[in-house]
């Protein structure tokens, strides 16, 4: 006597719960989890059905939580390519500072380092001495050109620090004040 086989996409589900309810749940939740829970089922069983099902969910074929369509792609990219930074970006065309920096990179444009100031010593130079002289990164940041994260991971390698109310120069190599 055979043994019967299980089908391999309901055998580990809760008995008597189909595929239509699982498919009717997500519709209705919009969501895997609350149709999981409702059912008493895992989460990854309404994945599976509704793959099987060939049931789109939501961000399925948009590769992350934001889609640009192709002609904000080209803009994003244009406007990067020319020097916006990607708080700019993310004003203009929304969506987080994560996703527009991987749009960039799907389209081709090598990304910019973030403290490209650092290899430029008379710009690291002047942004010590406009610091210790009291201005603000973000000041510093405009008169620079640089963005004001730049300014800031300058000041850091250069052992630049603040304490309660004043400026302190520490020695990168050993950490002492200098």
């Known amino acids: 006597m055979a043994i019967p086989q299980p089908d391999p996409v309901t055998w580990r589900r809760k008995a008597g719960v189909t595929d239509d309810q699982v498919v009717a749940a997500y519709r209705r939740h919009g969501s ?16 599976r059905v509704l793959a099987l099902r060939g049931v789109p969910t939501a961000g399925s074929g948009r590769g ?23 708080g700019d970006l993310v004003a203009r065309f929304g969506g987080s500072r994560e996703t527009v920096r991987w749009s960039v990179v799907r389209a081709g444009v090598p990304p910019r380092a973030d403290a490209d100031a650092y ?8 942004i010590v001495r406009m610091r210790l002289a009291g201005d603000r990164p ?23 620090t603040e304490g309660r109310d004043r400026l302190a120069v520490r020695c990168p190599k050993c950490g002492g004040k200098a």
């Open 32 to 47: 895997a989890y609350p149709a999981a829970r409702e059912l008493g089922v895992g989460s990854a069983t309404v994945y």
């Open 64 to 86: 992350g939580n934001r889609a640009y369509a192709p002609g904000q792609l080209r803009q994003i990219a244009e406007a990067y390519s020319g020097g916006a930074g990607i």
């Open 119 to 126: 290899r430029e010593a008379r710009t690291v130079e002047r």
């Open 138 to 160: 973000a000041a510093i940041a405009k008169a620079v050109g640089k963005s004001a994260p730049a300014v800031s991971e300058v000041l850091r390698r250069a052992g630049v």
